[in-house]
C-alpha cells in the first residue's frame, strides 16, 4: 500500500499549462504502476494516463494524447503529469492512483483496478 499526495492544480487559461505532481510515501514506490484519473462534475471517474513501474511504458487517454505527458522519478517517489494546451474540458479534480506492478491492468484502465488513491486536486481550466 502507498498514501499518494497530489498538488500542483489551480486556474488556469485556455491553452495553458499545468504540471501535477503525486507524492507517493513507502520504500516500494518502483513496484507500482502509476496512473492519473480525471473526475468532471456529474461525471464518472475517467482515465488520463498510466506509467508502468521502471516508467519505459507509458499509455493515454485519447482525449490528452499529444497534450498530456506523464512521467516519474522513483528516486523522488513522485509522478508527474505535464498539461499543455489545456481546454476548458479538461477541468476536473485529477487523482493519482497506484496499482502493483505484478497485476495485470486491462486496456480500459478501470478505476477499480487501482488499489490506492491521492485525495485529488482541482484543476480549473477558463475558456
Known amino acids: 500500500q502507498v498514501q499518494l499526495v497530489e498538488s500542483g492544480g489551480g486556474l488556469v487559461q485556455a491553452g495553458g499549462s499545468l504540471r501535477l505532481s503525486c507524492a507517493a510515501s513507502g520504500r516500494t514506490f518502483s513496484s507500482y504502476a502509476m496512473a492519473w484519473f480525471r473526475q468532471a462534475p456529474g461525471k464518472e471517474r475517467e482515465f488520463v494516463a498510466d506509467i508502468s513501474a521502471s516508467g519505459d511504458t507509458t499509455v493515454y487517454a485519447d482525449s490528452v494524447k499529444g497534450r498530456f505527458t506523464i512521467s516519474r522519478d522513483n528516486a523522488e517517489n513522485t509522478v508527474y503529469l505535464q498539461m499543455n494546451s489545456l481546454k476548458a474540458e479538461d477541468t476536473a479534480i485529477y487523482y493519482c492512483?497506484?496499482?502493483?506492478?505484478?497485476?495485470?491492468?486491462?486496456?480500459?484502465?478501470?478505476?477499480?483496478?487501482?488499489?490506492?488513491w491521492g485525495q485529488g486536486t482541482q484543476v480549473t481550466v477558463s475558456s
Open positions: 492512483a497506484a496499482v502493483p506492478s505484478y497485476v495485470l491492468v486491462t486496456k480500459a484502465h478501470y478505476p477499480h483496478e487501482y488499489d490506492d
